[in-house]
Antibody
Framework: EMQLVESGGGLVQPGRSLRLSCVAS????????MSWVRQAPGKGLEWVAN????????HYMDSVKGRFTISRDNTKNSLYLLMNSLTAEDTAVYYC??????????WGQGTLVSVSS | SYVLTQPPSVSVAPGQTARLSCWGN??????VHWYQQRPGQAPVLVIS???ERPSGIPERFSGSNSGNTATLTISRVEAGDEADYYC????????????FGGGTKLTVL
């Protein structure tokens, strides 16, 4: 069974950092771009960042450029999102997603990040 | 950046047909994808590339894309179809930027 499992969310103070992880199973991880998509409480979906199969290329939404870093470890079938200088506007459920083309065909269950003092 | 607009809500009786719209400038030149998100759950891809159904998605779900409007059609609506539905495209003018519509809440009366 193909699966994505996120972890690392939690309550963090404004200005601090947090690192999210996602472990993939049931498919060949190195065949796919991967993305992070977030959803603020009661709001819609918002693409955050993606990364190429081999980690050589990545892209970000404007509001997280310079603060967030997406990475992957293909030896561990794992995707990461390092989030620095967090603000209340970053509060959301963060989903790890598989990115086969320009759609998202597999989603994890999400991990909640709450930024508050 | 590219903007996708969806009506906030649509209501339909069981057994009827629901048509959910997604508006964008010249959207027919883009591939549109649709996601279903039931309450408390992660989104699920229900239509890709305008009209392709992923494995496991019922034939009741179909898609179309013409002019400035993409449409997700759900035939013979069931109570279990009540969910939020989001359209999404790749904004080729913004290098790898994926854009979502604001979502439509489908209520089954």
């Amino acid at each position: 069974e193909m699966q994505l499992v996120e972890s690392g969310g939690g309550l963090v103070q404004p200005g601090r950092s947090l690192r999210l992880s996602c472990v993939a199973s049931g498919f060949t991880f190195t065949d796919f771009w991967m993305s992070w998509v977030r959803q603020a409480p009661g709001k819609g979906l918002e693409w955050v960042a993606n990364i190429k199969h081999d980690g050589s290329e990545s892209h970000y939404m404007d509001s997280v450029k310079g603060r967030f870093t997406i990475s992957r470890d293909n030896t561990k079938n794992s995707l990461y999102l390092l989030m620095n200088s967090l603000t209340a506007e970053d509060t959301a459920v963060y989903y790890c997603t598989r990115d086969p083309g320009d759609e998202f065909d597999l989603w994890g269950q999400g991990t909640l990040v709450s930024v508050s003092s | 950046s590219y903007v996708l607009t969806q009506p906030p809500s649509v209501s339909v009786a069981p057994g009827q047909t629901a048509r959910l719209s997604c508006w964008g400038n010249d959207i027919e030149s883009k591939s549109v994808h649709w996601y279903q998100q039931r309450p408390g759950q992660a989104p699920v891809l229900v239509i890709s590339d305008d009209r392709e159904r992923p494995s496991g998605i019922p034939e009741r779900f179909s898609g179309s894309n013409s002019g400035n409007t993409a449409t997700l059609t759900i035939s013979r609506v069931e109570a279990g179809d009540e969910a939020d539905y989001y359209c999404q495209v790749w904004d080729s003018d913004s290098d790898h930027l994926r854009v979502f519509g604001g979502g439509t809440k489908l209520t089954v009366l």
